[in-house]
C-alpha cells in the first residue's frame, strides 16, 4: 500500500500502531492467519467495532501471500451494502496488517446452528435472502465471494430478528480473473463441483455454497460430510463433483416442497442450469417467506405490550373498586385521592373505553393483515 493512500471510504494509516487509537478487548475469532479482536476507540466519542489483526510473518511464510490482503482491503474498501461488513480503517506495521471494521455482536450463523440443531422454514429463508442480497451486490461489481459458510454469516446483534452482515473476503476475487486452472481453495464441505473438478470458476459457485448453507440451516447437517476414520477430503471432494445427494426423509419429510426446491436449484451440480442471484430472490419459497411476517414483527410487540399494561392496569383499578366497595369507604377514599367520586369513575370509563378501543384496532389490523396474506 502507497503511503497515505485512501481508498473510497476508508482510511490507510501505514506505519501507525493501531493499539494507540484502539483498547483492543477480547477475541471474536480467529482464521488460518489473523485473529479478530472486539476493540473500543480511544477517541473521545468512543464507540465498538472489530479489528482483525493479520500476521504478515505467519502468511508469508511459504510464500508471499501480501497480494490476498492488498486484494481483500481492495475489494473491500469498495463495498457499502446493508448486509455487508463495513471496512473503516486500516493499519499497517512492519508486522501486522490491521483491518477496523463494522462490530457483528450477534456471532456467528454457524454457532446458532450448533445450538439450535436446525431452524424453521421463515428464519432460513430470512437469513438467506439477506446474505443474497448480499451476493446479489458482489456479483453486480462482478466480485465472487468465494467463501460463503456459515462462519462467514454474522448477527448484527443478539435481537431474534437480527440482520446478518456476510465477512471474510479474504479468498474473494474479480470474476474476469478467475478462469478453471483457478487453485482450489475455501471450505471443503461448501465447495461447488466445478471448482474442484476445476472445469469452471464463475460467479455461480457463491450461489452453490448458498444452497449448501439453505440445506443445512432446514435440517442440520451438511448434504456431504466426511465418513468417520476418513482421514483425507478426497472421498469427500469425489462426493461433491458427483452431485449427487439426498432429502432424507426423517429429516425432511415436514419441510415444504418449495424449499427443497429452492436448495435443489441452487445445489445443481451443472452451474450453466443453476439459478443466478437474480433468479434466486426471485423463487417462490424467498418471495413467500418475504412477506411481512405479523409474528415476527415490533408492532405485534407494541401491541402485545399495551395489551398486557392495559390488563394489569384494568385489573388494578377493579381490585381498588372491589376493595373500597367491601370496606365501605368508597366515599372517603376516592374523594381523598381523585377529590371527587365522579374524577375515579371516569378514570375507570376511559380505561375501560381505551383497552376497548386498543381491542378493536388489533383485531381490524389483524383480519386487514390476513386477508392481505391470502
Ligand atoms: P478463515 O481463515 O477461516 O477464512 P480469516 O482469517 O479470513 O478466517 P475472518 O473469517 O475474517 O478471518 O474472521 C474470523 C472470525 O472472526 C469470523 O468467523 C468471526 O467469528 C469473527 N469476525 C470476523 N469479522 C468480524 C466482525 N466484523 N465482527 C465480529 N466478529 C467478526
Not at 473510497?8 to 492467519?33: I, R, S
Not at 482450489?184 to 469452471?200: N, R
Not at 466426511?226 to 445427494?245: A, C, N, Q
Not at 395489551?307 to 376516592?334: C, E, K, N, P
Request: proline share 2%; hydrophobic share 40%; net charge negative.
Amino acid at each position: 500500500m502507497s503511503d497515505d493512500e485512501t481508498l473510497t471510504h476508508v482510511n490507510v494509516f501505514p506505519g501507525l500502531d493501531v493499539n494507540d487509537y484502539y483498547d483492543l478487548k477480547e477475541m471474536l475469532g480467529d482464521g488460518a492467519f489473523s485473529k479478530v479482536y472486539l476493540a473500543e476507540s480511544r477517541n473521545e466519542s468512543g464507540g465498538y467495532c472489530a479489528v482483525k489483526i493479520i500476521d504478515k510473518e505467519e502468511l508469508n511464510k511459504d510464500e508471499d501471500k501480501m497480494f490476498l490482503v492488498d486484494k481483500e482491503i481492495e475489494i473491500m474498501s469498495q463495498l457499502d451494502h446493508p448486509h455487508i461488513v463495513r471496512l473503516y480503517e486500516v493499519y499497517e506495521s512492519k508486522t501486522e496488517v490491521c483491518l477496523v471494521m463494522e462490530l457483528a455482536k450477534g456471532g456467528e450463523l454457524f454457532d446458532k446452528l450448533l445450538e439450535e440443531g436446525c431452524l424453521s422454514e421463515t428464519v432460513a429463508a430470512r437469513i438467506i435472502t439477506q446474505v443474497l442480497e448480499a451476493v446479489h451486490d458482489l456479483h453486480s461489481r462482478r466480485i465472487v465471494h468465494r467463501d460463503l459458510k456459515p462462519e462467514n454469516i454474522l448477527f448484527y446483534n443478539n435481537t431474534h430478528a437480527s440482520k446478518v452482515l456476510v465477512v471474510d473476503f479474504g479468498l474473494s476475487e474479480y470474476e474476469e480473473e478467475l478462469n478453471k486452472e483457478s487453485p482450489v481453495c475455501g471450505t471443503a464441505t461448501y465447495l461447488a463441483p466445478e471448482v474442484i473438478a476445476q472445469t469452471e470458476s464463475n460467479r455461480a459457485q457463491d450461489l452453490w455454497s448458498a444452497g449448501v448453507i439453505t440445506y443445512i440451516m432446514l435440517c442440520g447437517y451438511p448434504p456431504f460430510f466426511k465418513e468417520s476414520g476418513d482421514k483425507s477430503e478426497t472421498k469427500l471432494l469425489r462426493m461433491i463433483v458427483r452431485g449427487k445427494y439426498k432429502f432424507h426423509e426423517n429429516f425432511w419429510s415436514h419441510i415444504s416442497e418449495e424449499a427443497k426446491h429452492f436448495v435443489s436449484r441452487l445445489m445443481c451440480a451443472d452451474p450453466r442450469l443453476r439459478l443466478s442471484v437474480e433468479e434466486a430472490l426471485c423463487h417462490p419459497w424467498i418471495v413467500k417467506n418475504r412477506t411481512w411476517n405479523y409474528k415476527d414483527s415490533w408492532l405485534c410487540i407494541v401491541i402485545q405490550s399495551l395489551m398486557y399494561i392495559l390488563i394489569f392496569t384494568a385489573v388494578l383499578s377493579l381490585y381498588f373498586i372491589m376493595l373500597t366497595g367491601y370496606f365501605d369507604m368508597q366515599d372517603h377514599l376516592l374523594s381523598r385521592l381523585f377529590q371527587t367520586k365522579d374524577v375515579a369513575l371516569n378514570i375507570c370509563h376511559s380505561i375501560v373505553s381505551g383497552l376497548e378501543t386498543v381491542c378493536t384496532s388489533s383485531l381490524f389490523k389483524l383480519s386487514s393483515m390476513f386477508t392481505f396474506n391470502s
